[in-house]
T-cell receptor, first 115, second 117 residues
């Protein structure tokens, strides 16, 4: 496989569930990102990892917990979510963060619905 | 603070014609990058084109070109010879490094382009 993959593509979970989103990139990049895309709102950057180290956390609630075990894999652990957390969650990677020149490559996203 | 403004929520264009999607930005960072992405109904964000703040020439990638006017802080996307497959949401984005060394990434709200046969 090439590019950035995300699993699952669709997820429905109750507010008391615990689930995880997975992202994998096959591009040899060193930076990975989580974004949230809600209806009628701009894409929101959630977390940034550069060489497996978290470098950004944009005031994301603690019910979202990222994990980056290596430069190719990124997880988003979810627990006790709220209905307003329903959105498309996009993963992206780039050669590295900290430079404005590197483009990001996105995965297909996970459509999350919290009931 | 960084900001991206896309003033066109929706645009229509006839197949084979050219279309311009507007993007203006605001930043105090000395160095930044501007990007355009396409998001079809499938949800995947597809990178289209990049323009660096110090680049002298406008970026081009096939049928895509970026009309970069630094003084006006605009980075409009021009799609030539529109195709039906160009129908999608288009997002303008900016990436910069603030004075504290933190990376900032900001996306606009997007423009929905519909190409009519």
């Amino acid at each position: 496989e090439t590019g950035v993959t995300q699993t699952p593509r669709h997820l429905v979970m109750g507010m008391t569930n615990k689930k995880s989103l997975k992202c994998e990139q096959h591009l040899g990049h060193n930076a990975m990102y989580w974004y949230k895309q809600s209806a009628k709102k701009p894409l929101e950057l959630m977390f940034v990892y550069n060489f497996k180290e978290q470098t950004e956390n944009n005031s994301v609630p603690s019910r979202f917990s990222p994990e980056c075990p290596n430069s190719s894999h990124l997880f988003l652990h979810l627990h006790t979510l709220q209905p307003e957390d329903s959105a498309l969650y996009l993963c992206a990677s780039s050669q590295e963060s900290g430079s404005p020149t590197y483009e990001q490559y996105f995965g297909p996203g996970t459509r999350l619905t919290v009931t | 603070a960084q900001k991206i403004t896309q003033t066109q929520p929706g645009m229509f264009v006839q197949e084979k014609e050219a279309v311009t999607l507007d993007c203006t930005y605001d930043t105090s960072d000395p160095s930044y990058g501007l990007f355009w992405y396409k998001q079809p109904s499938s949800g995947e964000m597809i990178f289209l084109i990049y323009q660096g703040s110090y680049d002298q020439q406008n970026a081009t990638e096939g049928r895509y070109s970026l009309n970069f006017q630094k003084a006006r802080k605009s980075a409009n996307l021009v799609i030539s010879a529109s195709q039906l497959g160009d129908s999608a949401m288009y997002f303008c984005a900016m990436r910069g490094i603030d004075q504290g060394g933190s990376e900032k990434l900001v996306f606009g709200k997007g423009t929905k382009l519909t190409v009519n046969p």
